[in-house]
């Protein structure tokens, strides 16, 4: 009797081929971020776990990328965090995905639909 082999567990940051033309160029975005995280005066390190985190990566999964203890990747993580005035990993996200979306009107905050008024 042959029995069902388990499906190996497929991560969520495994790069996925798309077609070049398929993307718009990531390059201007790419450099407003290193713009920004110079700004914030980061080590290279914490550089590279910003960008990292930015990507959506778990600090156990950084660890191992980056070949260091998942502890040194929390207190990087951390010192950037303090750096740049932010709460945590999702504020680092937000912060750049605002300028990439622009502001918000009134009325998407509020929820209503947009007026058709002059």
């Known amino acids: 009797m042959n029995a069902a082999k388990p499906l190996a567990r497929a991560t969520s940051h495994a790069p996925v081929p798309v077609a070049r033309s398929a993307v718009p160029s990531a390059q201007?975005?790419?450099?407003?971020?290193?713009?920004?995280?110079?700004?914030?005066?980061?080590?290279?390190?914490?550089?590279?776990?910003?960008?990292?985190?930015?990507?959506?990566?778990?600090?156990?999964?950084?660890?191992?990328?980056?070949?260091?203890?998942?502890?040194?990747?929390?207190?990087?993580?951390?010192?950037?965090y303090r750096k740049a005035g932010l709460a945590g990993r999702h504020e680092l996200a937000a912060f750049f995905l605002e300028d990439l979306l622009g502001p918000r009107t009134h009325e998407a905050r509020a929820g209503a639909a947009p007026s058709s008024a002059p």
Request: glycine residues 2%; without cysteine.
């Open 28 to 80: 201007p975005a790419r450099l407003a971020i290193d713009d920004q995280l110079e700004r914030w005066h980061l080590s290279a390190a914490e550089k590279e776990v910003a960008l990292l985190l930015l990507k959506g990566l778990e600090h156990k999964e950084i660890a191992q990328l980056r070949e260091v203890a998942e502890t040194t990747v929390r207190q990087q993580a951390r010192s950037l």
